[in-house]
Protein backbone atom coordinates (compact mmCIF):
# COMPACT_ATOMS: atom_id res chain seq x y z
CA UNK A 1 0.00 0.00 0.00
CA UNK A 2 1.81 2.82 -1.17
CA UNK A 3 1.33 6.33 0.68
CA UNK A 4 0.04 4.85 4.02
CA UNK A 5 -1.66 6.84 6.43
CA UNK A 6 -1.56 6.79 10.04
CA UNK A 7 -3.57 8.77 12.31
CA UNK A 8 -1.65 8.95 15.90
CA UNK A 9 -3.89 9.69 18.88
CA UNK A 10 -2.27 10.53 22.17
CA UNK A 11 -2.73 13.04 24.99
CA UNK A 12 1.14 13.55 25.50
CA UNK A 13 3.09 15.51 23.15
CA UNK A 14 6.35 13.76 22.96
CA UNK A 15 4.71 10.65 22.49
CA UNK A 16 3.14 12.17 19.39
CA UNK A 17 6.40 13.41 18.39
CA UNK A 18 8.19 10.46 19.00
CA UNK A 19 5.47 8.10 16.72
CA UNK A 20 5.49 10.16 14.29
CA UNK A 21 9.49 10.74 13.61
CA UNK A 22 9.83 6.92 14.04
CA UNK A 23 6.62 6.28 11.10
CA UNK A 24 7.87 9.03 9.04
CA UNK A 25 11.30 7.72 8.77
CA UNK A 26 9.77 4.51 7.15
CA UNK A 27 7.24 6.39 4.46
CA UNK A 28 4.61 6.73 6.45
CA UNK A 29 2.26 10.03 6.11
CA UNK A 30 1.59 10.82 9.59
CA UNK A 31 -1.08 12.91 11.25
CA UNK A 32 -0.85 13.43 14.70
CA UNK A 33 -4.10 14.67 16.97
CA UNK A 34 -3.04 15.58 21.15
CA UNK A 35 -6.79 16.35 21.28
CA UNK A 36 -8.98 12.80 21.05
CA UNK A 37 -12.22 14.59 21.19
CA UNK A 38 -11.63 16.07 17.67
CA UNK A 39 -11.21 12.14 16.56
CA UNK A 40 -14.03 11.42 14.62
CA UNK A 41 -13.94 14.94 12.79
CA UNK A 42 -10.08 14.45 12.02
CA UNK A 43 -10.85 10.63 11.05
CA UNK A 44 -13.44 11.60 8.55
CA UNK A 45 -10.67 14.84 6.70
CA UNK A 46 -7.17 12.37 7.22
CA UNK A 47 -9.21 9.13 5.85
CA UNK A 48 -5.86 7.19 7.74
CA UNK A 49 -5.84 3.76 6.58
CA UNK A 50 -4.12 2.46 10.52
CA UNK A 51 -4.76 4.51 13.00
CA UNK A 52 -2.94 4.12 16.40
CA UNK A 53 -4.26 5.85 19.86
CA UNK A 54 -3.43 5.41 23.32
CA UNK A 55 -5.64 4.02 25.92
CA UNK A 56 -5.66 6.41 29.09
CA UNK A 57 -6.50 9.55 28.29
CA UNK A 58 -8.83 12.40 29.68
CA UNK A 59 -12.51 12.93 27.56
CA UNK A 60 -12.07 10.27 25.68
CA UNK A 61 -10.08 7.13 26.19
CA UNK A 62 -9.00 4.45 23.63
CA UNK A 63 -11.47 1.97 23.68
CA UNK A 64 -13.71 5.06 22.22
CA UNK A 65 -11.44 5.76 19.64
CA UNK A 66 -12.00 2.24 18.90
CA UNK A 67 -15.50 2.15 18.73
CA UNK A 68 -15.96 5.30 16.61
CA UNK A 69 -13.59 4.24 13.87
CA UNK A 70 -15.02 0.79 13.84
CA UNK A 71 -18.54 2.84 13.72
CA UNK A 72 -16.71 4.52 10.41
CA UNK A 73 -14.59 1.77 8.94
CA UNK A 74 -15.21 -1.40 10.16
CA UNK A 75 -12.16 -2.70 8.02
CA UNK A 76 -10.09 0.07 9.68
CA UNK A 77 -7.14 -1.30 11.89
CA UNK A 78 -6.58 0.01 15.16
CA UNK A 79 -3.27 -0.18 17.39
CA UNK A 80 -4.17 0.99 20.92
CA UNK A 81 -1.06 1.35 23.06
CA UNK A 82 -0.95 1.80 27.33
CA UNK A 83 1.26 2.27 30.19
CA UNK A 84 -0.92 0.10 32.18
CA UNK A 85 -0.60 -3.43 30.30
CA UNK A 86 -2.68 -6.22 31.59
CA UNK A 87 -3.98 -9.43 30.56
CA UNK A 88 -7.40 -8.09 31.17
CA UNK A 89 -7.43 -4.95 29.54
CA UNK A 90 -5.71 -6.91 26.36
CA UNK A 91 -7.87 -9.08 25.98
CA UNK A 92 -10.99 -6.81 26.23
CA UNK A 93 -9.09 -4.38 23.69
CA UNK A 94 -8.67 -7.52 20.90
CA UNK A 95 -12.37 -8.64 21.76
CA UNK A 96 -13.52 -5.59 21.01
CA UNK A 97 -12.05 -5.63 17.36
CA UNK A 98 -8.48 -3.99 18.04
CA UNK A 99 -5.78 -4.98 15.85
CA UNK A 100 -2.89 -5.38 18.18
CA UNK A 101 -1.97 -3.84 21.65
CA UNK A 102 1.46 -2.59 22.61
CA UNK A 103 2.42 -2.12 26.14
CA UNK A 104 4.55 0.74 27.06
CA UNK A 105 7.80 0.71 26.65
CA UNK A 106 8.19 -0.70 23.51
CA UNK A 107 11.04 -0.70 20.83
CA UNK A 108 10.99 0.83 17.26
CA UNK A 109 11.04 -2.37 16.26
CA UNK A 110 8.10 -3.49 17.67
CA UNK A 111 6.23 -0.92 16.57
CA UNK A 112 7.43 -1.21 12.94
CA UNK A 113 6.37 -4.78 12.82
CA UNK A 114 3.02 -4.36 14.45
CA UNK A 115 2.45 -1.28 11.73
CA UNK A 116 3.68 -3.88 8.64
CA UNK A 117 1.23 -6.40 9.93
CA UNK A 118 -1.96 -3.73 10.12
CA UNK A 119 -0.45 -2.74 6.59
CA UNK A 120 -0.54 -6.01 4.91
CA UNK A 121 -4.30 -6.94 6.50
CA UNK A 122 -5.61 -3.33 5.32
CA UNK A 123 -4.53 -4.13 1.69
CA UNK A 124 -6.35 -7.97 1.65
CA UNK A 125 -9.31 -6.07 3.35
CA UNK A 126 -9.03 -3.52 0.82
CA UNK A 127 -8.98 -6.54 -2.06
CA UNK A 128 -11.64 -8.77 -0.21
CA UNK A 129 -14.02 -5.95 -0.59
CA UNK A 130 -13.05 -5.32 -4.14
CA UNK A 131 -13.77 -9.14 -5.08
CA UNK A 132 -17.01 -9.16 -2.86
CA UNK A 133 -18.39 -5.89 -4.89
CA UNK A 134 -17.96 -7.75 -8.49
CA UNK A 135 -19.58 -10.92 -7.39
CA UNK A 136 -22.53 -8.84 -5.95
CA UNK A 137 -25.34 -7.78 -8.68
CA UNK A 138 -26.87 -5.13 -6.31
CA UNK A 139 -23.19 -3.36 -5.77
CA UNK A 140 -21.68 -0.41 -6.75
CA UNK A 141 -19.20 -2.17 -8.47
CA UNK A 142 -20.23 -0.71 -12.12
CA UNK A 143 -18.79 2.78 -10.69
CA UNK A 144 -15.16 2.79 -12.55
CA UNK A 145 -12.21 3.25 -9.84
CA UNK A 146 -9.81 1.16 -8.04
CA UNK A 147 -7.73 3.74 -6.05
CA UNK A 148 -7.90 2.47 -2.29
CA UNK A 149 -9.51 5.90 -0.90
CA UNK A 150 -11.94 5.28 -3.76
CA UNK A 151 -12.74 2.28 -2.95
CA UNK A 152 -13.24 2.68 1.03
CA UNK A 153 -15.76 5.07 -0.38
CA UNK A 154 -17.29 2.40 -2.50
CA UNK A 155 -17.88 0.21 0.25
CA UNK A 156 -19.30 3.02 2.64
CA UNK A 157 -22.34 3.47 -0.09
CA UNK A 158 -22.69 -0.04 -0.37
CA UNK A 159 -23.19 -0.60 3.31
CA UNK A 160 -25.15 2.64 3.71
CA UNK A 161 -27.31 1.42 0.47
CA UNK A 162 -29.06 -0.87 2.97
CA UNK A 163 -30.60 1.47 5.39
CA UNK A 164 -32.60 4.23 5.37
CA UNK A 165 -30.58 6.71 7.14
CA UNK A 166 -30.03 9.86 4.95
CA UNK A 167 -26.67 10.93 3.15
CA UNK A 168 -24.84 13.92 2.60
CA UNK A 169 -22.25 13.16 -0.35
CA UNK A 170 -19.61 16.03 -0.06
CA UNK A 171 -17.26 16.59 -3.07
CA UNK A 172 -15.62 18.90 -5.77
CA UNK A 173 -18.10 20.28 -8.85
CA UNK A 174 -17.29 17.25 -11.16
CA UNK A 175 -16.21 14.44 -9.01
CA UNK A 176 -19.61 12.23 -9.36
CA UNK A 177 -21.82 13.14 -6.51
CA UNK A 178 -24.87 12.54 -8.14
CA UNK A 179 -23.11 9.41 -9.69
CA UNK A 180 -23.04 7.68 -5.85
CA UNK A 181 -26.39 9.11 -5.42
CA UNK A 182 -27.96 6.76 -7.96
CA UNK A 183 -25.67 3.74 -7.08
CA UNK A 184 -26.92 3.73 -3.58
CA UNK A 185 -30.54 4.42 -4.93
CA UNK A 186 -30.15 1.23 -7.25
CA UNK A 187 -28.26 -0.51 -4.03
CA UNK A 188 -31.10 0.05 -1.33
CA UNK A 189 -34.85 -1.48 -1.10
CA UNK A 190 -35.94 1.48 -2.79
CA UNK A 191 -34.58 0.64 -6.27
CA UNK A 192 -37.79 -0.07 -8.02
CA UNK A 193 -39.29 3.59 -7.35
CA UNK A 194 -38.17 6.76 -8.33
CA UNK A 195 -34.87 8.51 -7.89
CA UNK A 196 -35.94 11.95 -7.88
CA UNK A 197 -32.94 14.45 -8.97
CA UNK A 198 -33.36 18.23 -7.85
CA UNK A 199 -31.07 20.79 -8.58
CA UNK A 200 -31.33 23.40 -5.97
CA UNK A 201 -28.87 25.94 -7.28
CA UNK A 202 -31.05 25.86 -10.85
CA UNK A 203 -33.92 27.30 -9.78
CA UNK A 204 -35.07 30.60 -7.93
CA UNK A 205 -36.43 30.51 -4.78
CA UNK A 206 -39.99 30.69 -5.42
CA UNK A 207 -39.92 28.11 -8.71
CA UNK A 208 -37.94 25.73 -6.84
CA UNK A 209 -40.58 26.01 -3.42
CA UNK A 210 -43.12 24.96 -6.10
CA UNK A 211 -40.75 22.34 -7.50
CA UNK A 212 -40.33 20.51 -4.84
CA UNK A 213 -43.68 21.07 -2.59
CA UNK A 214 -46.32 20.85 -5.26
CA UNK A 215 -49.11 23.95 -5.31
CA UNK A 216 -52.72 24.10 -5.85
CA UNK A 217 -54.52 25.43 -8.51
CA UNK A 218 -54.41 29.13 -8.51
CA UNK A 219 -51.88 29.65 -5.72
CA UNK A 220 -49.90 32.03 -7.87
CA UNK A 221 -49.86 33.78 -11.34
CA UNK A 222 -49.54 31.54 -13.81
CA UNK A 223 -50.85 28.37 -11.45
CA UNK A 224 -53.55 26.95 -14.16
CA UNK A 225 -53.15 23.40 -12.64
CA UNK A 226 -52.56 21.70 -9.50
CA UNK A 227 -49.21 20.29 -9.57
CA UNK A 228 -48.02 17.47 -6.99
CA UNK A 229 -44.42 18.55 -6.90
CA UNK A 230 -41.02 16.36 -6.76
CA UNK A 231 -41.19 15.58 -3.24
CA UNK A 232 -44.55 13.83 -3.91
CA UNK A 233 -43.68 12.32 -6.83
CA UNK A 234 -40.79 10.90 -5.11
CA UNK A 235 -42.55 8.84 -2.19
CA UNK A 236 -41.22 5.48 -1.21
CA UNK A 237 -38.14 6.39 -3.31
CA UNK A 238 -35.71 8.77 -2.92
CA UNK A 239 -34.59 12.74 -3.34
CA UNK A 240 -31.77 13.38 -4.14
CA UNK A 241 -31.04 17.29 -3.28
CA UNK A 242 -28.20 18.60 -5.54
CA UNK A 243 -26.14 21.69 -4.11
CA UNK A 244 -28.50 21.52 -1.07
CA UNK A 245 -26.32 24.28 0.30
CA UNK A 246 -27.76 26.95 -2.15
CA UNK A 247 -31.28 26.78 -0.53
CA UNK A 248 -32.75 29.96 1.02
CA UNK A 249 -33.15 29.52 4.79
CA UNK A 250 -37.09 29.66 4.11
CA UNK A 251 -37.00 26.94 2.17
CA UNK A 252 -34.39 25.62 4.37
CA UNK A 253 -36.86 25.42 7.28
CA UNK A 254 -39.57 23.89 4.53
CA UNK A 255 -37.40 21.04 4.13
CA UNK A 256 -36.74 20.47 7.68
CA UNK A 257 -40.12 19.98 8.85
CA UNK A 258 -40.76 17.68 5.76
CA UNK A 259 -37.59 15.63 7.24
CA UNK A 260 -38.84 15.79 10.71
CA UNK A 261 -42.63 15.67 10.12
CA UNK A 262 -42.82 13.14 6.85
CA UNK A 263 -45.08 15.20 5.41
CA UNK A 264 -45.31 18.13 2.66
CA UNK A 265 -47.94 20.86 2.24
CA UNK A 266 -48.61 22.21 -1.70
CA UNK A 267 -47.78 26.10 -2.77
CA UNK A 268 -51.21 27.59 -1.40
CA UNK A 269 -52.72 24.83 0.29
CA UNK A 270 -54.34 24.50 3.95
CA UNK A 271 -53.40 20.75 4.49
CA UNK A 272 -50.21 18.18 4.73
CA UNK A 273 -50.03 15.42 3.38
CA UNK A 274 -47.28 12.29 4.15
CA UNK A 275 -44.54 11.05 1.80
CA UNK A 276 -42.04 8.59 2.42
CA UNK A 277 -38.87 9.22 1.05
CA UNK A 278 -35.32 9.21 1.74
CA UNK A 279 -32.57 11.64 1.62
CA UNK A 280 -29.44 11.87 -0.23
CA UNK A 281 -28.05 15.63 -0.54
CA UNK A 282 -25.02 16.87 -2.16
CA UNK A 283 -22.62 20.10 -1.78
CA UNK A 284 -19.60 21.21 -2.91
CA UNK A 285 -19.82 23.44 -0.23
CA UNK A 286 -18.48 23.16 3.59
CA UNK A 287 -21.64 22.95 5.82
CA UNK A 288 -20.03 23.39 8.63
CA UNK A 289 -18.77 26.43 8.02
CA UNK A 290 -21.75 27.68 6.84
CA UNK A 291 -23.77 26.34 9.83
CA UNK A 292 -21.14 28.49 11.94
CA UNK A 293 -21.53 31.47 9.80
CA UNK A 294 -25.34 31.50 10.18
CA UNK A 295 -25.91 30.61 6.32
CA UNK A 296 -27.23 26.97 7.02
CA UNK A 297 -29.45 25.79 9.74
CA UNK A 298 -27.62 23.31 12.09
CA UNK A 299 -30.88 21.28 12.82
CA UNK A 300 -31.06 20.89 9.00
CA UNK A 301 -27.51 19.66 8.84
CA UNK A 302 -27.69 17.15 11.63
CA UNK A 303 -31.14 15.75 9.88
CA UNK A 304 -29.22 15.48 6.30
CA UNK A 305 -25.70 14.81 7.76
CA UNK A 306 -26.96 11.30 9.07
CA UNK A 307 -24.21 9.36 7.15
CA UNK A 308 -21.56 11.87 5.33
CA UNK A 309 -19.75 10.06 2.42
CA UNK A 310 -16.34 12.47 0.51
CA UNK A 311 -15.87 11.67 -2.75
CA UNK A 312 -12.39 12.61 -3.95
CA UNK A 313 -11.08 14.80 -6.01
CA UNK A 314 -9.56 13.64 -9.02
CA UNK A 315 -5.88 14.56 -8.68
CA UNK A 316 -6.18 12.63 -5.56
CA UNK A 317 -7.19 9.33 -7.17
CA UNK A 318 -4.43 9.62 -9.88
CA UNK A 319 -3.79 6.02 -10.16
CA UNK A 320 -8.03 5.90 -11.50
CA UNK A 321 -7.53 8.76 -14.53
CA UNK A 322 -6.20 6.00 -17.26
CA UNK A 323 -9.29 3.61 -16.20
CA UNK A 324 -11.68 6.55 -16.42
CA UNK A 325 -10.09 7.09 -19.53
CA UNK A 326 -10.35 3.77 -21.26
CA UNK A 327 -14.17 3.76 -19.99
CA UNK A 328 -15.45 6.49 -21.41
CA UNK A 329 -13.26 5.97 -24.76
CA UNK A 330 -14.86 2.46 -25.30
CA UNK A 331 -18.33 3.80 -24.28
CA UNK A 332 -18.13 6.97 -26.65
CA UNK A 333 -16.58 5.16 -29.35
CA UNK A 334 -19.31 2.17 -28.75
CA UNK A 335 -22.37 5.05 -29.12
CA UNK A 336 -21.09 6.61 -32.53
CA UNK A 337 -20.51 2.97 -33.80
CA UNK A 338 -16.51 3.11 -33.99
CA UNK A 339 -13.70 1.09 -32.93
CA UNK A 340 -12.46 2.60 -29.96
CA UNK A 341 -8.57 4.93 -31.39
CA UNK A 342 -5.65 3.95 -30.24
CA UNK A 343 -4.06 6.69 -28.02
CA UNK A 344 -0.44 7.19 -28.09
CA UNK A 345 1.55 7.01 -24.76
CA UNK A 346 2.54 10.71 -24.50
CA UNK A 347 -1.25 11.23 -24.21
CA UNK A 348 -1.71 8.82 -21.59
CA UNK A 349 1.12 10.42 -19.78
CA UNK A 350 -0.34 13.86 -20.15
CA UNK A 351 -3.86 12.96 -18.85
CA UNK A 352 -2.33 10.99 -16.04
CA UNK A 353 -0.06 14.20 -14.98
CA UNK A 354 -2.63 16.73 -15.39
CA UNK A 355 -4.12 18.00 -12.20
CA UNK A 356 -8.02 18.22 -13.30
CA UNK A 357 -9.92 21.34 -11.82
CA UNK A 358 -12.99 20.16 -13.15
CA UNK A 359 -12.27 16.12 -12.46
CA UNK A 360 -14.22 13.37 -13.31
CA UNK A 361 -16.97 15.77 -15.56
CA UNK A 362 -13.82 17.56 -17.04
CA UNK A 363 -12.32 13.73 -18.21
CA UNK A 364 -15.73 12.62 -19.81
CA UNK A 365 -16.63 15.87 -21.62
CA UNK A 366 -12.33 15.82 -23.23
CA UNK A 367 -13.04 11.85 -24.26
CA UNK A 368 -16.53 12.43 -25.75
CA UNK A 369 -14.63 15.84 -27.78
CA UNK A 370 -11.98 13.64 -28.68
CA UNK A 371 -13.51 11.00 -29.88
CA UNK A 372 -16.27 12.68 -31.84
CA UNK A 373 -13.82 14.68 -33.74
CA UNK A 374 -11.37 11.59 -34.44
CA UNK A 375 -10.93 11.30 -38.26
CA UNK A 376 -7.65 8.74 -38.48
CA UNK A 377 -8.44 6.37 -35.65
CA UNK A 378 -5.53 7.75 -33.38
CA UNK A 379 -5.98 10.24 -30.49
CA UNK A 380 -2.23 12.48 -29.95
CA UNK A 381 -0.86 15.33 -28.17
CA UNK A 382 -2.38 17.65 -30.73
CA UNK A 383 -5.87 16.41 -30.11
CA UNK A 384 -5.55 17.35 -26.37
CA UNK A 385 -6.00 20.81 -25.13
CA UNK A 386 -2.75 23.55 -24.88
CA UNK A 387 -2.54 23.11 -21.23
CA UNK A 388 -2.54 19.68 -21.05
CA UNK A 389 -0.12 19.33 -23.82
CA UNK A 390 2.53 21.73 -22.25
CA UNK A 391 1.70 20.17 -18.59
CA UNK A 392 4.88 18.33 -18.21
CA UNK A 393 7.02 20.88 -19.97
CA UNK A 394 6.75 24.28 -20.53
CA UNK A 395 4.86 25.73 -23.94
CA UNK A 396 6.71 27.90 -26.58
CA UNK A 397 7.68 31.57 -25.56
CA UNK A 398 4.88 33.47 -27.44
CA UNK A 399 5.27 35.94 -30.04
CA UNK A 400 5.83 39.01 -28.51
CA UNK A 401 6.30 42.32 -29.73
CA UNK A 402 9.97 44.24 -29.70
CA UNK A 403 12.90 42.80 -27.19
CA UNK A 404 11.59 42.36 -23.13
CA UNK A 405 13.68 45.42 -20.70
CA UNK A 406 13.10 45.00 -17.07
CA UNK A 407 10.61 47.52 -17.26
CA UNK A 408 8.06 46.83 -19.91
CA UNK A 409 7.97 42.81 -18.29
CA UNK A 410 4.81 43.05 -16.40
CA UNK A 411 3.22 44.56 -19.78
CA UNK A 412 4.46 42.34 -22.20
CA UNK A 413 3.09 39.60 -19.72
CA UNK A 414 0.10 40.70 -20.09
CA UNK A 415 -0.08 40.92 -23.83
CA UNK A 416 0.58 37.86 -23.92
CA UNK A 417 -1.82 36.26 -21.47
CA UNK A 418 -4.02 38.29 -23.47
CA UNK A 419 -3.61 36.80 -26.61
CA UNK A 420 -3.34 32.70 -25.09
CA UNK A 421 -7.06 33.71 -23.45
CA UNK A 422 -7.97 34.86 -26.69
CA UNK A 423 -6.77 32.05 -28.84
CA UNK A 424 -8.22 29.62 -26.19
CA UNK A 425 -11.92 31.00 -26.12
CA UNK A 426 -12.13 30.89 -29.35
CA UNK A 427 -10.71 27.76 -30.26
CA UNK A 428 -13.01 26.01 -27.89
CA UNK A 429 -15.72 27.91 -29.37
CA UNK A 430 -14.98 26.64 -32.69
CA UNK A 431 -14.32 23.04 -31.55
CA UNK A 432 -17.64 23.26 -30.23
CA UNK A 433 -19.90 24.82 -33.50
CA UNK A 434 -20.15 27.75 -30.85
CA UNK A 435 -22.10 25.77 -27.71
CA UNK A 436 -21.14 28.02 -24.81
CA UNK A 437 -22.02 25.20 -22.22
CA UNK A 438 -20.17 22.25 -24.43
CA UNK A 439 -16.87 24.06 -24.37
CA UNK A 440 -17.29 25.73 -20.54
CA UNK A 441 -17.42 22.28 -20.00
CA UNK A 442 -14.62 21.15 -21.96
CA UNK A 443 -12.84 23.50 -19.97
CA UNK A 444 -14.11 22.10 -16.71
CA UNK A 445 -15.24 25.42 -15.92
CA UNK A 446 -19.04 26.58 -15.51
CA UNK A 447 -20.84 28.76 -18.08
CA UNK A 448 -20.77 31.54 -15.86
CA UNK A 449 -16.97 31.84 -15.70
CA UNK A 450 -16.63 30.79 -19.76
CA UNK A 451 -19.06 33.95 -20.49
CA UNK A 452 -16.71 36.57 -18.41
CA UNK A 453 -13.91 34.66 -20.83
CA UNK A 454 -15.61 35.91 -23.31
CA UNK A 455 -16.66 39.22 -21.85
CA UNK A 456 -12.22 39.80 -21.42
CA UNK A 457 -11.66 38.81 -24.90
CA UNK A 458 -14.16 41.43 -26.14
CA UNK A 459 -13.24 44.13 -23.88
CA UNK A 460 -9.78 43.28 -24.43
CA UNK A 461 -9.27 42.21 -28.00
CA UNK A 462 -5.89 42.12 -29.73
CA UNK A 463 -4.93 43.76 -32.02
CA UNK A 464 -4.35 43.09 -35.57
CA UNK A 465 -0.01 43.53 -36.15
CA UNK A 466 0.54 46.02 -38.03
CA UNK A 467 2.89 45.56 -40.97
CA UNK A 468 6.32 46.38 -39.90
CA UNK A 469 7.80 49.98 -41.60
CA UNK A 470 10.89 49.72 -43.33
CA UNK A 471 12.93 52.88 -44.75
CA UNK A 472 11.62 51.90 -48.27
CA UNK A 473 8.10 52.22 -47.37
CA UNK A 474 8.46 55.54 -45.28
Known amino acids: MSETRVLIVDDEPEMLENLDRLLSAEGYRCTTLQDPTLFHETLG ?28 DPGLPVILITGYATVDSAIQAIGEGAFDYLAKPFTADQLSVVVKRAVRYRGLML ?28 D ?37 RPFVPVDCAALPEGLLESELFGHEKGAFTGAVNRTKGLLTEGDRGTIFLDEVGELTPPLQAKLLR ?13 QYHGIDVRMIAATNRDLE ?20 LTVPPLRERNS ?54 DSDGRVTLSDLPIEMRFGRSAPPAPDLPAPISSVRYAEAREEALRRFQESYVTELLRLHGGNVSQAAG ?30 EST
Open 320 to 373: DVLLLAEHFIESFSRKAGRSPPAVSSEVWEALESYAWPGNVRQLKNLVERVVAL
Open 156 to 192: QAQRVAKTEANVLVVGESGTGKEVIARAIHAASNRRD
Open 289 to 308: AAVADGGFREDLFYRLNVVK
Open 258 to 270: VLEDRSVRPVGAT
Open 442 to 471: AAGVSRRTFHRWLAEVKENPHPQAEPERTP
Open 127 to 154: ENQALRRQLDPDSLATIVGSSPRFVRLL
Open 45 to 72: ETDPDIVISDVRMPQVDGLTILAQAQAE
